[in-house]
């Protein structure tokens, strides 16, 4: 599967920023998730890449810490794209994101990163 996120650029504190990644192939069919877990992922210079969010069967969404409250994942089914909106903006947010899937195989696919840039 090929997998497309968009959506980043530079913000300043406090700003909000909309996340999109397109699948080439659906991720929600028959009535279920075709792949096990949805992710979004970030990478920071110098940093090792890090889950930021989540979704998995049954919709269930997981947030690290630091963006709670302030991240929300979702998933529009018409579309056929993930999303993460991000609210209330730190310079901390500032990296690379990257959605994900792993399939029920163990398989993990990647799409090129977005950047996100906050300033303040």
């Known amino acids: 599967v090929q997998l497309q996120a968009s959506g980043g650029g530079l913000v300043q504190v406090g700003g909000s920023l909309r996340l999109s990644c397109a699948a080439s192939?659906?991720?929600?069919?028959?009535?279920?998730?075709?792949?096990?877990?949805l992710g979004w992922y970030r990478q920071a210079p110098g940093q090792q890449r890090e889950m930021v969010a989540s979704m998995a069967t049954g919709d269930t969404t997981n947030y690290i810490d630091s963006v709670k409250g302030r991240f929300v994942m979702s998933r529009d089914d018409v579309k056929n794209i993930l999303t993460l909106e991000m609210n209330d903006l730190k310079v901390e947010d500032t990296a690379v994101y990257y959605c994900s899937v792993r399939d029920y195989g163990g398989k993990d696919f990647w799409g090129r990163g977005t950047q996100v840039t906050v300033s303040s």
């Open positions: 192939r659906p991720f929600f069919k028959f009535e279920m998730l075709q792949f096990g877990i």
